[in-house]
């Protein structure tokens, strides 16, 4: 019976020995990464306070990084891309009225603002979709001072009303991006504000505006373009705040000078 407990003995140490390098493989297999940078990080240490050796010429000597080291310790970031934009300080004038979801007519508007457009939705239909904005502190409204309810003049008599616009909501759809020509469609919308009730006295100091055209930009130089619409449409109501609801369509042209940023 002992030797039988000694044979048993003997087998299982010799099992353990043969399966001792097996698991212990595994765990030096994924440590070695860390082991080897580990020595490159010791090694660039050590090489940058190792005073020069005065036996060796100055023209002999190095003080290079390691490449292992200088993968271990230098990461570089990717470059951030600006974002395109354009601020356009720009002119509108109207000249002639068009009747399908509105009634006055026999006015003429005139604005100066400055329109902001930011390249924000990626691209659709080949275009580059732009958000837009406009403030227009500059508005004058020429229209009758003789108006039926609905905005029809009784008289051939005009005046000249001062207002205030703002879009804080619009979009630009641009083709041929930084060519030489680049067609745009345009919409925005937002309100417009005058110190007394227009197209009607019936009407409201305050009107919603839509906006729709499209035209031309054209590049003078990298940062700076030149915009022309011809085809425009500026509308302008008050969506039944009050009983009476005129409402404007007003055709007109629209020139700008355009200043590129984030190239």
Request: overall charge neutral; glycine content about 6%; aromatic content about 10%.
């Amino acid at each position: 019976m002992p030797g039988n407990h000694r044979l048993d003995l003997l087998l299982l140490l010799s099992a353990l020995c043969l399966l001792a390098p097996r698991l212990v493989h595994p765990q030096t297999r994924e440590t070695a990464p860390e082991i080897a940078t580990q020595t490159a990080l010791s090694d660039a240490i050590t090489l940058l306070n190792t005073p020069p050796d005065p036996n060796i010429p100055p023209d002999k000597q190095t003080t290079d990084t390691p490449p292992a080291a200088q993968a271990a310790v230098t990461t570089t970031a990717p470059p951030k891309q600006p974002i395109e934009s354009e601020i356009i300080v720009e002119g509108m004038a109207s000249y002639g009225n068009y009747r399908i979801f509105a009634s006055g007519r026999d006015c003429k508007l005139y604005t100066a603002g400055v329109e902001y457009d930011r390249h924000s939705w990626d691209y659709f239909l080949k275009a580059r979709v732009d958000y837009v904005a406009e403030i227009l502190p500059l508005v004058l409204l020429n229209e009758p001072t003789q108006t039926l309810p609905w905005g029809q003049p009784t008289t051939f008599a005009h005046e000249i009303v001062p207002g205030f616009a703002i879009s804080p909501i619009g979009f630009r759809m641009l083709w041929r991006n930084k060519k030489a020509i680049e067609p745009y469609l345009t919409a925005k919308g937002g309100l417009i504000a005058f110190p007394k009730k227009v197209l009607t006295q019936d009407a409201t100091y305050l009107n919603f505006t839509m906006q729709s055209g499209f035209g031309v930009q054209t590049r003078l130089t990298s940062r700076l373009g030149l915009r022309l619409g011809l085809w425009n449409d500026f509308h302008f109501s008050n969506a039944f705040m009050v009983p009476v609801n005129p409402g404007i369509d007003m055709m007109n042209a629209n020139l700008g000078l355009s200043f590129h940023f984030g190239q």
